[in-house]
């Protein structure tokens, strides 16, 4: 059999195998938040809270991912969604009590009308 057809077969069963295997289910912790924010905050406010999750994401130890852009949110009239992935439940903890969290509160809280959080892991 030619190199061609080999690298063929071992990437037809290599995509087979892919395909066929369930679901991981990481035991990160995912924090989700919906937001909908104050009628008379501005857009450079709203800019300002977004640019703080992402600050935090360098600042706190245990957050691995984010996620920032909105696809799709419920409820329809919520503006924004974002969702933060830790290591773990304790590294959450230790978000939701650190100095660069609370910052962001600074700035976030002010502007915010109303808020939904889900909080995930297995």
């Not at 992402?54 to 924004?80: C, F, H």
């Not at 700035?107 to 915010?112: D, G, M, T």
Request: charged share 25%; net charge neutral.
């Amino acid at each position: 059999m030619g190199v061609v057809k080999t690298l063929r077969l071992i990437l037809a069963l290599a995509f087979c195998l892919a395909t066929t295997l369930p679901a991981a289910e990481p035991a990160t912790f995912l924090h989700v938040v919906t937001v909908k924010w104050r009628a008379d905050s501005t857009a450079q406010q709203q800019q300002a809270a977004i640019d703080g999750v992402r600050k935090m994401s360098t600042e706190i130890k245990g957050i691995r991912n984010i996620w920032i852009k909105k696809v799709k949110v419920q409820p329809a009239d919520y503006d924004l969604t974002f969702a933060m992935e830790f290591e773990s439940k304790a590294a959450f903890d230790a978000y939701t009590t650190s100095d660069a969290h609370k910052a962001w509160e600074k700035v976030y809280l002010p502007i915010r009308e109303e808020s939904h959080t889900q909080d995930i892991t297995n």
